[in-house]
């Protein structure tokens, strides 16, 4: 499964690039304005330093909603860098350009999906990715994690080439879910990523190998 990190931080970028295990990052138009990131030229000279930063694929959202406006903006975001992944919404305009980006082999990924038949328009269009948002649904008590479970089994049964990217990951366990439901990318908050790393017996094994070898070598 790969990691894609969820955030417009250039630290946290790096500090999750620096772990090894980074396959790429995702945006969206709310964690750029986190970030303070705002007109045309400072959003492509981020999106250009996030590409600096990591080696995979980047996502950067279009904001237009309508088709002329996203394939416009969809364009000069994926002329900026090979890594670029253009972010679409899944609305009608919306998977007319996914249709047309994917005929001119430009990678897209298909954001807002909380239904497995938004999925399957998204994979129909030819989206490189498609992100459902497990916690968005956790929040309306509908099972997100179950949803990134059918939409695997509907991709893998018909053989379609999206990948299934577990999005709005909000904790660690979301993550370990994801992967048992087949997701193909789950994209991240760094502190859900790092939370991986804990175990208590961990920190006790190390603690009594120190002191063990301490004993004996002072
Ligand atoms: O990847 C989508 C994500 O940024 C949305 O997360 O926590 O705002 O639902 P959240």
Same mark, same amino acid.
Do not use: P
């Given at each position: 499964m790969k990691f894609f990190i969820d955030t417009a931080n250039l630290d946290q970028i790096r500090e999750a690039q620096d772990l090894g295990v980074l396959d790429g990052v995702t945006t969206n138009p709310s964690?750029?304005?986190k #970030? /303070?990131?705002? /007109?045309? #030229? %400072? +959003? +492509? %000279?981020h999106y250009k330093n996030i590409c600096e930063i990591?080696? /995979? *694929?980047v996502s950067a959202e279009v904001i237009a909603t309508g088709y002329e406006g996203m394939i416009k #903006?969809? #364009?000069?975001?994926?002329?900026?860098?090979p890594q670029i992944v253009v972010k679409v919404p899944i609305i009608k305009d919306g998977i007319k350009a996914i249709k047309y980006f994917s005929e001119k082999g430009i990678r897209t990924n298909c954001t807002l999906v909380f239904s497995i038949g938004q999925a399957l328009l998204a994979a129909k269009a030819g989206a490189t990715y498609v992100s459902p948002f497990i916690g968005r649904l956790d929040d309306i008590s509908t099972d997100g994690v179950e949803l990134?479970?059918?939409?695997a089994e509907m991709y893998s $049964? $018909?053989?379609f080439e999206t990948e299934v990217l577990a999005a709005s990951i909000r904790h660690t366990m979301h993550i370990v879910q994801c992967m048992e439901a087949g997701a193909d990318v789950a994209t991240c908050p760094? *502190?859900?990523i790092l939370g991986l790393l804990n175990h208590p017996l961990t920190d006790i094994g190390l603690e009594k190998f120190l002191a063990d070898y301490k004993k004996v070598n002072g």
């Open positions: 964690l750029m304005a #970030e /303070g990131i705002s /007109g045309e #030229e %400072n +959003i +492509i %000279n990591v080696d /995979g *694929d #903006e969809g #364009e000069i975001l994926a002329a900026l860098h990134i479970a059918q939409i $049964y $018909y053989g760094l *502190d859900a």
